[in-house]
């Protein structure tokens, strides 16, 4: 599990990797470890899964993807763990999670996020959403935002 | 918005470090080596790319649930109170996303706390301050292996 140098590590790299020749230096510095133990605690860390990746992160509306869809599905339980890898493994989704119904005025198990240039594009990825599930799927809605209001990488409290 | 105009070196950096940032001593130059540029060209790219927000940041994305616990909550707000609510969600140290969405449910945002007495705890106050209830939607399974985003489609 992590101890708290991980969480200090994590506290220190979560708003992005120092821009300098020797990052893991810098962050060593500012930890009061080597950077040899940065470099390790980090390999550690994506070894089990804790860290996904390091890589630059694109921020979808400055590349031009600026119609984001929520699409949100009531699909059969039974039947949730094919038909949600069926959705995440299609390359214009960039999540896809199962999550509670909140009955009755949330039907919805799976969320599927879909990224367009614009609406129309959303529509026609969903409509391929919707034709794989088929008859699975009961009904289904598209959320779009109109409004980032934070984004932030995730933040230890 | 116009989609800014990346260079062929950004789009290069793109395409090759989403993921599987070198973790050596020296990450940017060995970037930088593998793209053909020198050290400087290639930090140069990325704060560029970072000063105009076409990318968030170089480092690591961690997984959800693995620190911590979160969950995405929805709030339906009356339209004529969503600006101060979305305000007041946002200066919430837990809050990473927000958004507003166009549905009954208008406001989405997602919550990490460090346990769940901590996540319980800022739902009630949002409850308490908001006079709304909190739908909240943890996640259950997750479906999808992020490797980063395909530029190739922009082409």
Redesign the interface.
Known sequence: M?DPIDRAL?HA?????P?T?????TLAVQLGIN?DEV?QR??N??DN????????????????Y?A?G?TVWDVDDDL??EL??C???L??????????R?CP??PYNL?VMV?GKNRNEVEQKTAQIAALLGVHCRQH?I??????????????? | ?P??SLTALQQR??DR?????P???????DMAKRLDVD?AQL?DA??D??N?????????????H???TST?A?LSVPSQDLAAT??F??TL?????????????NL??VL???DEA?LRAVIATIETTTGLPV?S???????????????N??R
């Open positions: 992590l994590i790299t979560q708003a992005g990797l821009l020749v020797r990052p893991y230096h950077a470099i980090l390999q860390m994506l899964g804790i860290i996904r990746r390091i890589g630059a992160i694109p921020n979808h509306y400055a590349l031009g600026q984001n929520m949730i763990d949600g890898l959705c995440g493994v390359d214009f989704v960039s999540h896809c999670y199962q999550r509670p909140h005025e949330w969320f990224h809605q959320l779009y935002s109109n409004r980032i209001l934070k984004k932030t990488g995730l933040r230890l409290t | 918005m989609v800014p950096l793109l470090f989403q993921h599987r940032l973790l050596s001593p020296t990450p940017y130059a050290e930090i990325l704060d790319l970072q105009k927000h076409i990318i968030s940041r170089i480092g690591p994305v961690f997984k959800p693995r620190i911590g995405l929805a979305a305000a969600i946002s140290p837990e809050v990473n996303h927000n958004y507003a969405r166009e549905h009954l449910f989405w945002f990490t706390a460090t901590h739908m939607l943890p996640m259950l399974r997750e479906f999808h292996i992020d490797l980063g985003f395909q530029l489609h922009m």
